[in-house]
């Protein structure tokens, strides 16, 4: 390493990767015993906040592909946590709601993860947490132009 080249840990963007490993690991550990993983969790979560939301729709949200949500989705509606349309209610999309049991799970599950982000920020300001959500904002949308 050069002289002038700073180290990987004051590297915005390996911090931005070290926490969100952390994030991801706290999450799997307090969703597993609920039978639930963090992708299933986001898809829910999604759900309860656009009900009747397309499986295209959900895998823009959760970041993934529509082949990795349409497995989520399949095993989701196999334990009876969400239920999609028999018939589109417009073009070709099947509609996905929850369903109450998967409302109740969902409702656990925040809480846990309510629990993990406070955790997370709890060495942060009100005024920090505010400027840290905007920073990540403005970063987002500079690498999305």
Do not use: W
Request: a positive charge; aromatic letters at 2%; proline letters at 5%.
């Amino acid at each position: 390493m050069n002289q002038g080249e700073p180290g990987l840990e004051n590297l915005v963007g390996y911090r931005l990767k070290q926490t969100r490993a952390a994030l991801r690991s706290r999450m799997d550990e307090a969703l597993h015993p609920l039978g639930l993983t963090t992708p299933q969790y986001v898809c829910l979560e999604l759900l309860a906040r656009t009900p009747g939301t397309s499986s295209s729709e959900l895998a823009r949200s959760a970041f993934v592909t529509r082949q990795t949500m349409s497995a989520l989705l399949r095993g989701l509606q196999s334990r009876g946590l969400v239920a999609r349309a028999e018939r589109p209610s417009g073009g070709r999309a099947l509609p996905v709601v929850l369903t109450p049991d998967g409302r109740r799970l969902l409702d656990l599950a925040s809480e846990r993860i309510g629990e993990i982000e406070q955790r997370m920020v709890s060495g942060l300001t009100v005024g920090q947490r505010r400027a840290l959500h905007e920073a990540l904002v403005r970063c987002a949308e500079a690498l999305e132009d």
